[in-house]
C-alpha cells in the first residue's frame, strides 16, 4: 500500500531534502540561495515550506506565508507550487493545494491567492478547473 505524508519543513536539512524538487520551479536558484531565501522568508514572513511524501521520497512542495494587503485583507499567498515532473496529475499538487487551504481556515484565513507563470498553462488549468481558482489580475515585474 502507498503511504503519503504531508511534512511541514522547519530545519535546514529539510528544506536541504526539499530543493532537488524545488528546482523544478526556481530554476534560478543553487541550493545555497535557496536554504538562505528560505531561512530569511521564515525569519522575516512566516513562510511556510511544505513537502508531500510518497513512498518515503519528496515528490511535491509548497511554500506559502500569510499577508496583509487592503485588496485582500488578511490571506494567504501561494509562492510555490511544485511537483516532480514525473509524478505529475497524480493528486499530489491537489493535495498539498488542499492541505494549505485547510490550515488557511484554522488559522482564520478566508482568501488564499498566488501567481503562475504566463507559459505554465497545464498549472493554470489545474488551478481553474481542478482546485476553482479565478483570474483576477495580471502580476507585473520591473528588474531594477
Not at 524538487?21 to 531565501?37: C, I, N, Q
Not at 513562510?47 to 506565508?65: K, P
Not at 493528486?91 to 484565513?109: C, D, R, T
Request: glycine letters at 4%; proline letters at 3%; charged letters at 25%.
Amino acid at each position: 500500500m502507498s503511504t503519503v505524508k504531508i511534512v511541514s519543513l522547519v530545519t535546514p536539512d529539510q528544506w536541504r531534502e526539499a530543493y532537488p524538487v524545488m528546482k523544478h520551479l526556481r530554476t534560478h536558484l543553487d541550493e545555497d540561495a535557496f536554504l538562505t531565501l528560505v531561512e530569511q522568508a521564515q525569519e522575516n514572513d512566516h513562510y511556510q515550506l511544505a513537502a508531500l511524501y510518497y513512498e518515503e521520497e519528496v515528490v511535491a512542495v509548497i511554500g506559502y506565508m500569510p499577508m496583509v494587503t487592503l485588496y485582500n485583507g488578511r490571506f494567504i499567498w501561494v509562492c510555490d507550487l511544485v511537483t516532480k515532473p514525473e509524478v505529475r496529475s497524480q493528486g499530489f499538487g491537489e493535495q498539498l493545494l488542499s492541505h494549505v487551504e485547510q490550515w488557511a481556515k484554522e488559522q482564520g484565513f478566508n482568501k488564499i491567492s498566488l501567481s503562475s507563470g504566463l507559459q505554465r498553462v497545464d498549472a493554470h488549468r489545474f488551478y481553474e478547473k481542478k482546485m476553482d481558482y479565478r483570474k483576477v489580475s495580471y502580476v507585473f515585474l520591473k528588474d531594477l
